[in-house]
T-cell receptor, first 115, second 112 residues
Framework: DTGVSQDPRHKITKRGQNVTFRCDPISEHNRLYWYRQTLGQGPEFLTYFQNEAQLEKSRLLSDRFSAERPKGSFSTLEIQRTEQGDSAMYLC?????????????FGSGTQLSVL | DAKTTQPNSMESNEEEPVHLPCNHSTISGTDYIHWYRQLPSQGPEYVIHGLTSNVNNRMASLAIAEDRKSSTLILHRATLRDAAVYYCILRGYGGSQGNLIFGKGTKLSVKP
């Protein structure tokens, strides 16, 4: 068990470009979450999947953001037409989804800088 | 979702106990209290959680007030590696079950 893996660790892009991040959850974890974190703030929920189904999306997730988890394993988060306000740490987490006893396991994140 | 209130920062000396408080006066009867911590340059890490009774694990203890309007995370002997931001989160039943709502947390500094 290697934990939650995120790729890349860092991404620098120019405003208006598209970027895609990948998350590999802990194997057999059926839930996968995406969060965003800016400096000095706690992580903010973006969306989550139960297997391949996207069950909840935050109002923070604008139309420029899309997430997929095609086979219920790894997930991708794409941001189209990036803006400087998208600069943040993007965190992925996975869990076995045990209701209120659920424990999330987070990756180390992808740091996005939009110039 | 019910909110929590934590001090912005706390300091501790190495090898001394640390008590991190959390107020959650609007907690409902079915809300669990979860604690996560985030070390520098890492994602959050689960620490402990509970409903009514005090809880212990290898990382920490969780003391929950009898009226459940507050709780305290206890690190029995702080080490330099415990320097992190500690988040107290309420996990409810129904509503937005699918996510944890993080506040700003308490930044714990540990002095050698």
């Amino acid at each position: 068990d290697t934990g939650v893996s995120q790729d890349p660790r860092h991404k620098i892009t120019k405003r208006g470009q598209n970027v895609t991040f990948r998350c590999d959850p802990i194997s057999e974890h059926n839930r996968l979450y995406w969060y965003r974190q800016t400096l000095g703030q706690g992580p903010e929920f973006l969306t989550y999947f139960q297997n391949e189904a996207q069950l909840e999306k935050s109002r923070l997730l604008s139309d420029r953001f899309s997430a997929e988890r095609p086979k219920g394993s790894f997930s991708t988060l794409e941001i189209q037409r990036t803006e400087q306000g998208d600069s943040a740490m993007y965190l992925c987490a996975s869990s076995l989804g045990a209701g209120q006893n659920e424990k999330l396991f987070f990756g180390s994140g992808t740091q996005l800088s939009v110039l | 979702d019910a909110k929590t209130t934590q001090p912005n920062s706390m300091e501790s000396n190495e090898e001394e106990p640390v008590h991190l408080p959390c107020n959650h006066s609007t907690i409902s009867g079915t809300d669990y209290i979860h604690w996560y911590r985030q070390l520098p340059s890492q994602g959050p890490e689960y620490v402990i959680h509970g409903l009514t009774s005090n809880v212990n694990n290898r990382m920490a203890s969780l003391a929950i007030a009898e009226d459940r309007k507050s709780s305290t995370l206890i690190l029995h002997r702080a080490t330099l590696r415990d320097a992190a931001v500690y988040y107290c989160i309420l996990r409810g039943y129904g509503g937005s079950q699918g996510n944890l709502i993080f506040g700003k947390g308490t930044k714990l500094s540990v002095k050698p």
